[in-house]
């Protein structure tokens, strides 16, 4: 492939929207500095997400080896695109108020890019729409997808191994087998390698494609290839501990193991790419500069005014809510409780992991035989670092070696002060004495709305701070033994019966006093 040695002459259009450019793009990192640190920083301590380092240099390159096609049209802004940056900045500013990272950071390339495209216009935008497509690798997105491939990499390596007549015991993504204990921790969920691969894999379908069937195909292959790698990986790990002894594939090991095995997986997919590769004759293709009139002056300095004032308006309203928006630290008001229900000690040494809540409550109650524990995490004036709805405040930590989720679900309950769909999940207590089963349901207040939804509780706490109403908002918790007399669900329905409704009077009662 022979790519073009030289463009056309800058012209007097492009010297001024390459100004206009650099000012834009310094002025968007200016008012979303903070949401660029963020993001950088997820780049720095996660390996996961790593390889956006790369993105940013590789866009530039993807942009410069096609300069004689670009520098051959006539840069337009196209104000038709304020729309969707007006959009994307009310997404930043949804983020924002929420805490949502990945909202915050897709947003802010969202709207980079749309920049762009309004200050150099359509014709220009579809010459480099690839390129600023690949900045949106940067954006480290994909921890949502983590239960579903560990529960998914779990199910294929118990599946494998009684496959090759090995007994296996398991609960949740903790398993037995003869040789010792296993568990799918989120390091073999495979996510590093699923998106690691599709980057690299759509960067190569676009340099080394010209159809789009085949590039969807390859991008395609790239996603199904290290799922199914990945499953593989685990596999063998397991193997070769048991028939090692548990010498091999342990600790640091597994990872090393790992990684060698996807890099061959990946070269292989990659090989066998290439034998279909076509050459990209659009590249090679002499472009004419074209002779549309370019803009006014006084219409692109207009335009990128405009676009400049947009860019700005989230961030811009996110200082005026947010500075209205502050209260005291909260106080949990007492909870009153009917007399039968009496306080007790704490069921078991198991907490729920929740970090840094504005006000905590764990106690325990009894009625005859019947035994529930209740824990209320309360958040206010909420930020990246102290948030209700995030993947840090979980039930169990992957890394507790006590306690373990082993089953999740849903089931209705039909009473007041409760909603209609609850979560709820079994822990146990493998290392406590007695060994203790837990039964938990758990639901969410937010600011009077009750929910199990992440989305409809960051939807609810959005509205509400939009609404100048504030964050308040809270985790409800109520957990009983399994091993106790009786059905431990009739239990929890018992407690609920009388107590939810009071539970919910005292949240209230905690948000009016702000």
């Known amino acids: 492939m ?65 300069r004689a096609q670009i520098l051959a049209e006539q840069p337009r802004t196209s104000l038709l695109l304020a729309i969707p940056i007006a959009f994307t900045t009310f997404l930043w500013l949804l983020g924002e108020l929420t805490a949502v990272n990945a909202l915050t950071q897709f947003a802010l390339i969202a709207t980079l890019v749309l920049a762009i495209m309004a200050l150099l216009g359509i014709n220009v935008s579809k010459r480099i729409a690839f390129p600023l497509a690949f900045l949106f690798f940067s954006v480290p997105i994909g921890d949502f997808m983590l239960p579903k ?9 118990i599946l494998a191994l009684r496959g090759s007549g090995i007994p296996v015991y398991q609960e949740g993504l903790q398993f037995v087998i003869p040789s010792g204990n296993w568990s799918v921790i989120e390091a073999c969920s495979g996510i590093r390698y699923i998106i690691a691969s599709v980057t690299v894999g759509t960067l190569f379908a676009y340099l080394n494609y010209v159809s789009l069937r085949r590039r969807l195909l390859f991008i395609a292959v790239a996603i199904i290839v290290p799922v199914i790698a990945n499953w593989l990986r685990a596999y063998m790990i397991v193997m070769l501990g048991h028939l090692s002894g548990n010498k091999l594939a342990a600790g640091v090991d ?40 370019a803009t006014k002056t006084t219409g692109v300095w207009l335009a990128a005014l405009a676009v400049a004032l947009l860019a700005a308006a989230g961030p811009l309203g ?3 809510i947010n500075k209205a928006d502050q209260a005291s630290e909260p106080s949990l008001a007492k909870l009153t409780t009917p007399a039968e229900w009496q306080q007790s000690n704490l069921l078991s040494s198991w907490k729920p992991v929740y970090v840094n809540p504005s006000a905590e409550l764990h106690t325990a109650y009894r009625h005859d035989d019947k035994l529930v524990g209740l824990y209320i995490a309360y958040y206010r004036n909420q930020d990246y670092q102290h948030k209700l709805v995030t993947s840090t405040n979980t039930l169990a930590s992957s890394t507790d070696h006590t306690w373990s989720v082993i089953s999740q679900s849903r089931t209705e309950i039909n009473q007041a002060g409760l909603p209609a769909n609850l979560r709820t999940a079994q822990l146990n207590g493998k290392d406590t004495t007695p060994e203790t089963r837990l039964l938990v349901w758990q639901w969410y ?9 992440d989305i409809e509780a960051k939807l609810y706490m959005a509205i509400s701070r939009l609404r100048g109403q504030g964050d308040d908002s ?3 918790i109520l957990y009983t033994p399994l091993e106790q007399v009786g059905n ?14 009071n539970i919910v009077k005292m949240l209230q009662q905690t948000r009016d006093k702000r």
Not at 6 to 33: E, N
Not at 149 to 157: G, K
């Open 149 to 157: 491939l560990m529960e998914w990499t779990a199910a294929f390596t």
């Open 318 to 320: 996110f200082i005026a």
């Open 445 to 453: 207040w937010i600011n009077g709305k009750l929910t199990t939804s």
């Open 488 to 501: 431990p669900q009739d239990s929890l329905k018992a407690f609920a019966a009388v107590n939810a409704e």
């Open 254 to 293: 597994h990872l090393i193991y790992g990684w060698v095995f996807f890099g061959i997986v990946i070269t292989i997919m990659f090989m066998i790419g290439a034998r279909w590769s076509e050459d990209p004759i659009e590249a090679n293709l002499p472009f004419a500069p074209t002779t549309t009139t």
């Open 2 to 66: 022979t790519l073009p040695t030289s463009a056309a002459p800058l012209t007097q259009a492009w010297r001024q929207a390459l100004l206009l450019l650099v000012a834009l793009i310094g002025w968007t990192g200016f008012w979303y500095w903070e949401t660029i640190v963020a993001m950088v920083g997820i780049w720095e301590r996660s390996e996961t997400y790593a390889h956006a380092f790369v993105v940013p240099p590789i866009t530039l390159w993807l942009i410069w080896r096609q």
């Open 474 to 476: 809270a985790t409800i």
